[in-house]
């Protein structure tokens, strides 16, 4: 076969040709996102409710029916609830390797049970979330004047609709119903009148804004729905309609126009924008439908017909395509330091091409394959190929070294190339194939993890498999007709002298030697767990600093507007500040910033310089409770969960203010935020039937009554000029604010009864929400602090739970830390069954056991190099750095594979195993040197990082580099002396035999 393509190089050339031309054309077709298609691990339920209702009710008709349909449901691992007596949300998480059966019963289980819910809702579903449910653009229009209705008509019958002609677009939310009118009509209390009147006066109002269907005619054989519609051309003519009792409207009701953004404060720069969140399809291009989104929106804006500007808030392709960027700079610089690790050590410019060419040519095939596979380009398969481009020159080296040092040794050429090749071809096709069984558990990974690196462990897999198919057909050709020895060898024999020295010294001093290093391996590694911060999966995360605080529950609305206005204008005047996009809600105590910088060409300064002025601004403009500062969105790295559970809510209610007391004096902490079971207090009417017989009054129709009393009659629709607006009628806000205005009610007009005649009015304590985990009363605390204090803070309150806390609840951190936990346990079972399937690999490669086990038990020393690297650098050691330590295993087995062949294959030539040991190494110093630095060398611009996408590849390349550093050392020093310390009885034993048979030999021949 050899011999065949190198006689017929053509064929080969032409080959690789149209590989790599399907390679650019794959590259071309593959989509660009942010993320590969990844769904949730958990299903969310979600039931709004159109009144209050009693929360008993509640839990009795909506929470428990749907927790006994899905609790013991195959893939069901916990149910999560929050009810309120306006909505109930329910987390299925879902156990790892669910099926897509399971969860899809699941889901129709859950609808099922929704169908048959018995109480008025507004909106009720289950689903599982997917990368499809992410906003993938978001864009502020801002108007001239919030209030020009002609910008929201030209949105909403324009641009907007434009927008979602966009292929692959395939959902577009925005905040413009925010602005729609609502009309108020208020119960007036200067002419007081009874109960029993007002709601004939609210039935009758609302019955003139109805479309009632009157019946059907029958029209040239044709049926038709005839129905009535009052329509109203203006609101002051609505004002003038006459009641039944000749009173006009207004005489009893006041009208008000009201906005629901009058609830939000939505910001950008000092002025108020409409929100426009754009999704798109799981298969697009996102870099691809960005640009067209772009382009036709500068289109719509320079056509525009009324005044408004925009501004892109969030654009997930500006991340990818600076991902990508980084990923062509990586490659383009691994390259060129790898070529001059070739250079330096082959001393040949033909030589380093040789290895240069193979590595586009791996990459190309590469993308064939992802297009094949229906991939996509994305942070996970570009991490791959970035630590792809380190792996793919190992087997090609490996290859081409031994040809040279066959050529060197004035071997003829095609002889080299023959012999080269066939020497190694086994060992090398060992170690891609061990490389590969260690990736192959990653990608089997459960759960979103799994999700995750399965495009990564793929993408990896093609490559090696790539490069072993170069390294057996491109490489022999080339050197056939390329490759030239170096005449000048003495500094590499020197090297090479000095480094059998050593060995043979270390190799005299073996068990002092293990010692040695086995002792700094429990130092390092104790170090490693004890001081080295841990982290999960690093947040995709946008160039933007995020900013949430609370505020005193007490702060009005109005305040915290103020705030923000005031504290966002400062922020605005920092060197490197962009925008600032604020919001805040009423009714809640939060309020947010949102913060772009400048332009990397326009930043003159770092942006933690920014950070840190924006910090100082609002630590003295905003009096917080709490606060959480971060990078981006998505960033949690400032906070931690503490979940809680007990046996009833009074039993956490008395325990936790002693644990919020105690989190707080935690150093380092910033502030938390309970989010408890809501205790509050209700009012009780309490009706005597007694008294109700003796006025003749009906209990039910007073509490039909006083239900329009406290929530009015809302969501009434007003055809006004052709268009449904919306109306509530209520009454005034003093009767539904005060207790005693609720108890002088006057129920009837011919006697003066109230409310207070025929019921007792009072107030008792009661919840407003319930919060329960697997049947248990559970809540949970946030404690923020500065991202930097992280390890700080989380020994601090792990010491809590575990020594200092004694109390009766269970405590312990969840959501991301459960997270991580989790994480480290499956890639701790991955790393587990990777060793195992090596070890099968090697026992299959050297038919024996001793020397797979010799091998497998050198692998735990590269992690000095691990530790010292997160020790020096100070970087989080997350799960994609424990992902990088399972590389190691497949990387450093290749090179111990290559070493235990070849002294396996020379030994009986010496007399002594040593010598033998340190013949074979110093063979082996110079390929193993070689593929060490190469693949060090094609990982250092990801180790460097310096942007926001690097967070996915420095921890990788941070453990993968010093590991491989390291192993440079249990290559060449630690390998050989557990060889020795294994092998020597085995070699002695077979000399001795060599021996005897020699002995018995020579005997025969004189006799």
Known sequence: MLKTMIERP?????????????????????????????????????????????????????????????????????????????????????????????????????????????????????????????????????????????????????????????????GIDDTLDLYDPNYEFTLKQDRPISLNTSIQLFDELRSTFDSSLLGS?????????????????????????????????????????????????????GH????????????ASEVKVAKEVRQKLEQLHADKSSDWSYYYIWDSSLFIGQAISELA?????????????????????????????????????TFVFMNIFGFSINIISLLGLGIGVGLIVDACIVVLENIFRKLEAGVNRREAVYTGVKEVQGPVTSSIVTTIAVFVPIGFLEG????????????????????????????????????????????????????????????????????????????????????????????VMERAL??????????????????????????????????????????????????????????????????????????????YSSITIGAGQADASGQILLSIKGSSMGVISRELPAIEQQLQLFDGVTGIEVSRAQAGEEWIVDFSRENLAYYGLSRQEIERQLAVVLNGMTNI??????????????????????????????????????LNDIANVYKEPAENSRVRRDGLPYTSITVY????????????????????????????????????????????????????????????????????????????????????????TGRIFDAMAMIGVIMLVGIVVNNAIVLIDFINKHRDQYEQLNEAIVAGAKIRFRPILTTTLTTVAGLIPMFIGGTNTSEFQTPVATAVIFGLLCSVFVSLIILPVIYSIFENRSFMKHKQQQNQMQTTEVVVEQT
Request: hydrophobic letters at 45%; one cysteine or more.
């Open 10 to 170: 053509i064929v080969v050339f032409l080959v690789a040709a149209m590989v790599s031309i399907a390679g650019i054309i794959s590259a071309i077709l593959l989509p660009i996102q942010i993320l590969p298609k990844l769904e949730a691990p958990f299903v969310n339920v979600s039931v709004i409710l159109e009144h209050e209702t009693d929360l008993d009710q509640v839990e009795r008709d909506i929470v428990i029916p749907l927790e006994t349909a899905i609790i013991n449901a195959n893939g069901v691992n916990e149910v999560e609830v929050n009810a309120s007596t306006r909505s109930v949300y329910m987390t299925v998480h879902l156990k790892d390797g669910a099926k897509e059966a399971e969860v899809d019963a699941i889901i129709e289980d859950l609808n099922r049970q929704l169908a048959s819910i018995n109480i008025d809702t507004r909106r009720k579903e289950a689903k599982q979330y997917t990368t499809e449910d992410n906003v993938f653009m978001a864009i502020a229009i801002v108007p001239k004047d919030i209030n020009d209705i002609s910008v929201r008509e030209e949105l909403k019958n324009t641009v907007l609709p434009e927008l979602a002609m966009v292929s692959q677009v395939r």
């Open 217 to 269: 005619l029958s029209y040239g054989g044709e049926q038709y729905r005839v129905k009535s519609q009052s329509s109203v051309y203006a609101i002051d003519e609505l004002a003038q309609y006459r009641l039944s009792n000749g009173e006009m409207v207004t005489d009893r009701f006041t009208i008000e126009e009201k906005l629901n953004a009058d609830n939000s404060y939505l910001m950008v720069d």
């Open 272 to 283: 108020p924008y409409y929100e426009v969140n754009i999704t798109i399809a799981s298969t």
């Open 329 to 365: 700079k990586n490659i383009l610089l691994g390259s060129l330091l790898a070529s001059i690790i070739l250079l330096t050590i082959f001393r040949s410019i033909k030589t380093m091409i040789v290895i240069g060419i193979s590595i586009p040519i791996c990459i190309l095939t």
């Open 448 to 539: 979103m993890i799994g999700s995750m690196m399965k495009q990564m462990a793929l993408t990896i897999s093609i490559s090696l498999v790539t490069s072993l198919l170069v390294a057996f057909t491109m490489i022999p050709i080339f050197s056939m007709y390329l490759v030239k020895p170096n005449s000048e060898k003495q500094q590499k024999h020197t090297l090479m002298e000095f480094y059998g020295k050593v060995l043979a010294r270390v190799l005299r001093h073996r068990w002092k030697t293990m010692g040695v290093f086995t002792i700094v391996l429990g130092i390092l590694l104790f170090q490693l767990v004890a001081s080295v911060p841990k982290g999960y999966i690093p947040d």
């Open 546 to 623: 995020f900013v949430r605080y609370f505020i005193d529950e007490n702060t009005d609305f109005e305040v915290n507007k103020r705030l923000l206005d005031n504290t966002a204008e400062k922020i605005k005047e920092v060197e490197g500040v962009q925008s600032v996009i604020y919001w805040a809600h009423k009714g809640s105590r939060a309020g947010t910033f949102y913060i772009h910088y400048d332009d990397v060409e326009d930043m003159t300064r770092s942006e933690a310089a920014v950070d840190k002025d924006v910090e100082m601004i609002i630590n003295n403009n905003i009096p």
């Open 717 to 754: 629709d007003i055809n006004l000029q052709g268009e449904n607006v919306k109306a509530d009628i209520l009454f005034p806000e003093t009767t539904r604010a005060m207790s005693d205005a609720l108890g002088n009610l006057q129920i009837t007009d011919n006697r003066h009864i109230t």
């Open 785 to 872: 602090f500065d991202s930097e204090d992280r390890e700080k803070v989380y020994t601090q309150m792990q010491n809590y739970i575990n020594d200092g806390y004694n109390g009766s609840l269970l405590l312990s951190t969840a959501g991301r830390e459960q997270d991580q936990q989790e994480a480290f346990e499956k890639l701790l079972i991955a790393m587990a069954v990777s060793l195992a399937t090596v070890f099968l690999v090697l026992t299959i490669q050297f038919n024996r056991l001793r020397q797979p086990f010799l091998i497998v038990a050198s692998l735990p020393f590269t992690m000095i190099g691990v530790s010292l690297g997160f020790i020096i």
